[in-house]
Nanobody
Framework: QVQLVESGGGLVQAGGSLRLSCVAS????????MGWFRQAPGKEREFVAA????????GYADSVKGRFTISRDNAKNTVYLQMNSLKSEDTAVYYC???????????????????WGQGTQVTVSS
């Protein structure tokens, strides 16, 4: 069992930056692929970014490529999402997700993740 706790959300002006953190507890963090998803009001939850356990493989939604960066520190059991050049359409609740894996993979679909955090609100004002 893995528990995930996100933090770092808040209110920021368009063009600004935020860094989200997700701390995992419960089992060996380094064996988990991690992902970030978001859900805007009235919309379905969507993929944002993902990272494999060994840090080398990452994936991004087209809408955030070049602006967001996912990273992880396995020694701190933490995955980060650095968000730059924020836009009003980035406003959403951001969720951290984890999936136990033995391979060097990252996952872009919700159904592949076993564990989810409670979410953190990001609001970008225009």
């Amino acid at each position: 069992q893995v528990q995930l706790v996100e933090s770092g959300g808040g209110l920021v002006q368009a063009g600004g930056s935020l860094r989200l953190s997700c701390v995992a507890s419960g089992r060996t963090f380094s064996s988990y692929a991690m992902g970030w998803f978001r859900q805007a009001p009235g919309k379905e939850r969507e993929f944002v970014a993902a990272i494999a356990w060994n840090l080398d493989s990452t994936g991004y939604a087209d809408s955030v490529k070049g602006r967001f960066t996912i990273s992880r520190d396995n020694a701190k059991n933490t995955v980060y999402l650095q968000m730059n050049s924020l836009k009003s359409e980035d406003t959403a609740v951001y969720y951290c997700a984890a999936r136990e894996t033995s391979g060097n993979y990252y996952y872009t679909r919700e159904r592949y993740y076993n564990y989810w955090g409670q979410g953190t609100q990001v609001t970008v004002s225009s």
